[in-house]
């Protein structure tokens, strides 16, 4: 992608941005960041009950309403890309759950995908909302067990709110179910 359509490109996210700000007004809103292929889009095309087989990175970000236990769920499915990075925080404001999605089996970036969960933790926007780490890609056999992938995110230093990690397969569905039970239980908790 050339350096003019990136930019062009991310003006119109942040414009986009401010129009769709009430569009989850009735629902739970969730937002959902990683580095990019951690496997994102895959998981939310998953949770939507959606085909899987045909997923392309995302440019800028997905929105999908997603019903589980009776709750309705807004899912904010934003790019992983570098130049993208720079504007998750924009997003934040309202934010009843974040999922960071981990690609399990891409080692390399383990430091990387835990600088930017760290620098996410500490936005004001945040504070107190429940995180869900999927460590997904589970079903390669690169992939890093997921306490092995808490410990080296130091999830056990998060104290100000409740966490869970969840190892998956976005491509199987393998551990999808659970994390949304573990987000349906712990956002009617906070909500009471």
């Not at 934010?95 to 990387?112: C, G, P």
Request: some cysteine.
């Amino acid at each position: 992608m050339h350096i003019a359509t990136m930019e062009s490109g991310l003006l119109s996210l942040v414009q986009e941005l401010k129009t769709l700000n009430s569009f989850d007004e009735n629902g739970i809103r969730i937002v959902l960041l990683g580095l990019d292929n951690a496997g994102k889009t895959t998981i939310l095309t998953r949770l939507a009950l959606e085909e899987v087989s045909s997923i392309t990175p995302t440019q800028g970000f997905n929105i999908k309403s997603v019903q589980s236990q009776g709750l309705k769920l807004t899912v904010w499915d934003i790019g992983g890309q570098r130049a993208i990075r720079t504007h998750w925080k924009k997003y934040l404001s309202s934010t009843d759950l974040l999922i960071y999605v981990v690609d399990s089996a891409d080692r390399k970036r383990f430091e990387e995908t835990g600088q930017e969960l760290a620098e996410l933790i500490e936005d004001d926007s945040l504070l107190g909302v429940p995180l869900l780490v999927f460590a997904n890609k589970q079903d390669l056999l690169t992939a890093a067990p997921a306490a092995e992938i808490a410990s080296g995110l130091n999830l056990h230093t998060y104290r100000d709110r409740t966490w869970q990690i969840q190892a998956c397969s976005a491509i199987s569905g393998e551990g999808i179910q659970d994390g949304m039970d573990w987000i349906c239980k712990n956002i009617v908790a906070k909500k009471k």
